[in-house]
Protein backbone atom coordinates (compact mmCIF):
# COMPACT_ATOMS: atom_id res chain seq x y z
CA UNK A 1 0.00 0.00 0.00
CA UNK A 2 0.83 3.63 -0.69
CA UNK A 3 -0.15 6.62 2.15
CA UNK A 4 -0.11 9.86 0.21
CA UNK A 5 -0.12 13.05 1.45
CA UNK A 6 -0.86 16.50 -0.24
CA UNK A 7 0.15 19.91 1.53
CA UNK A 8 0.73 23.75 0.40
CA UNK A 9 -2.53 24.56 -1.00
CA UNK A 10 -4.26 27.92 0.25
CA UNK A 11 -5.41 31.56 -1.04
CA UNK A 12 -3.54 33.27 -3.66
CA UNK A 13 -4.24 36.02 -6.42
CA UNK A 14 -3.79 35.54 -9.61
CA UNK A 15 -0.82 35.91 -11.16
CA UNK A 16 0.67 34.05 -8.03
CA UNK A 17 2.60 30.86 -7.66
CA UNK A 18 2.13 28.15 -5.17
CA UNK A 19 4.05 24.31 -4.76
CA UNK A 20 2.07 21.61 -3.59
CA UNK A 21 3.92 18.78 -1.80
CA UNK A 22 2.43 15.17 -1.88
CA UNK A 23 4.63 12.70 0.53
CA UNK A 24 4.43 8.90 -0.96
CA UNK A 25 5.01 6.61 1.75
CA UNK A 26 4.75 2.73 2.04
CA UNK A 27 6.39 1.86 -0.65
CA UNK A 28 9.60 2.94 -1.76
CA UNK A 29 11.39 0.67 -2.57
CA UNK A 30 9.33 -0.24 -5.75
CA UNK A 31 8.92 1.88 -8.86
CA UNK A 32 5.48 3.68 -9.53
CA UNK A 33 4.51 6.72 -11.24
CA UNK A 34 2.67 9.78 -9.52
CA UNK A 35 0.26 12.20 -11.00
CA UNK A 36 -1.32 15.25 -9.97
CA UNK A 37 -5.13 15.94 -10.72
CA UNK A 38 -7.50 18.69 -9.68
CA UNK A 39 -11.61 18.91 -9.58
CA UNK A 40 -13.22 21.81 -9.40
CA UNK A 41 -16.83 22.22 -7.68
CA UNK A 42 -19.60 20.27 -10.12
CA UNK A 43 -16.66 19.32 -12.74
CA UNK A 44 -14.95 16.03 -12.90
CA UNK A 45 -11.41 15.08 -11.74
CA UNK A 46 -8.92 16.03 -14.44
CA UNK A 47 -5.50 15.42 -15.24
CA UNK A 48 -2.76 17.86 -14.32
CA UNK A 49 0.75 16.35 -14.57
CA UNK A 50 2.30 13.19 -14.18
CA UNK A 51 5.74 12.23 -13.62
CA UNK A 52 7.60 8.83 -14.09
CA UNK A 53 9.79 6.91 -10.97
CA UNK A 54 13.05 8.43 -12.36
CA UNK A 55 11.51 11.91 -12.80
CA UNK A 56 13.22 12.14 -16.33
CA UNK A 57 9.67 11.89 -17.94
CA UNK A 58 6.74 14.08 -17.27
CA UNK A 59 3.28 14.86 -18.86
CA UNK A 60 1.03 18.26 -18.81
CA UNK A 61 -2.32 19.12 -19.45
CA UNK A 62 -2.30 21.35 -21.90
CA UNK A 63 -4.26 24.34 -19.78
CA UNK A 64 -1.23 24.59 -17.55
CA UNK A 65 1.80 23.69 -19.36
CA UNK A 66 4.31 26.13 -19.46
CA UNK A 67 3.38 27.22 -16.17
CA UNK A 68 3.13 24.31 -13.43
CA UNK A 69 5.89 22.03 -12.97
CA UNK A 70 5.92 18.53 -11.75
CA UNK A 71 9.16 16.67 -9.83
CA UNK A 72 9.95 14.24 -7.51
CA UNK A 73 12.75 13.45 -5.05
CA UNK A 74 12.92 9.39 -4.09
CA UNK A 75 13.95 9.40 -0.34
CA UNK A 76 15.02 6.53 1.06
CA UNK A 77 11.88 6.27 3.02
CA UNK A 78 9.78 8.67 1.34
CA UNK A 79 9.00 10.24 -1.86
CA UNK A 80 8.09 13.45 -2.20
CA UNK A 81 6.36 15.34 -5.68
CA UNK A 82 6.26 18.64 -6.12
CA UNK A 83 3.88 20.67 -8.20
CA UNK A 84 5.46 24.14 -8.89
CA UNK A 85 2.36 26.47 -9.52
CA UNK A 86 3.05 29.69 -11.49
CA UNK A 87 1.34 32.51 -13.11
CA UNK A 88 -2.03 31.21 -11.25
CA UNK A 89 -5.27 31.77 -12.72
CA UNK A 90 -8.53 31.82 -11.17
CA UNK A 91 -9.69 29.06 -13.53
CA UNK A 92 -7.06 26.77 -11.65
CA UNK A 93 -9.44 27.02 -8.30
CA UNK A 94 -9.98 23.34 -7.60
CA UNK A 95 -9.26 20.75 -5.10
CA UNK A 96 -5.66 19.12 -5.87
CA UNK A 97 -5.13 15.17 -5.10
CA UNK A 98 -1.75 13.21 -6.18
CA UNK A 99 -2.06 9.86 -6.68
CA UNK A 100 -0.11 6.45 -7.16
CA UNK A 101 -0.10 3.87 -10.26
CA UNK A 102 0.89 0.67 -8.62
CA UNK A 103 0.58 -1.04 -12.26
CA UNK A 104 3.46 -3.46 -13.29
CA UNK A 105 2.87 -2.71 -16.79
CA UNK A 106 3.40 1.01 -16.37
CA UNK A 107 5.74 1.62 -13.36
CA UNK A 108 8.44 2.69 -15.80
CA UNK A 109 5.96 4.71 -17.73
CA UNK A 110 5.36 8.61 -17.81
CA UNK A 111 2.41 7.92 -16.58
CA UNK A 112 -1.41 7.58 -18.03
CA UNK A 113 -3.78 11.02 -17.97
CA UNK A 114 -6.79 8.80 -16.53
CA UNK A 115 -7.63 8.70 -13.20
CA UNK A 116 -9.02 5.16 -13.36
CA UNK A 117 -5.51 3.98 -13.61
CA UNK A 118 -4.44 4.92 -10.36
CA UNK A 119 -4.75 3.06 -7.57
CA UNK A 120 -4.04 5.07 -4.45
CA UNK A 121 -5.18 8.88 -3.47
CA UNK A 122 -4.49 11.59 -1.26
CA UNK A 123 -7.13 13.53 0.88
CA UNK A 124 -6.69 16.67 -1.63
CA UNK A 125 -5.28 20.24 -0.87
CA UNK A 126 -7.42 23.09 -1.71
CA UNK A 127 -6.43 25.66 -4.21
CA UNK A 128 -8.21 29.11 -4.46
CA UNK A 129 -6.83 31.67 -6.61
CA UNK A 130 -8.98 35.33 -6.79
CA UNK A 131 -9.17 37.29 -9.84
Known amino acids: QVQLVESGGGLVQAGDSLRLSCAAS????????IGWFRQAPGKEREFVAT??????????AGSVKGRFTISRDNAKNTVTVYLQMNNLKPEDTAVYYC??????????????????????WGQGTQVTVSS
Open 26 to 33: GRTFSPYV
Open 99 to 120: AADLSLSRRYGSGTSDPRDYDY
Open 51 to 60: ISWSGDSTNY
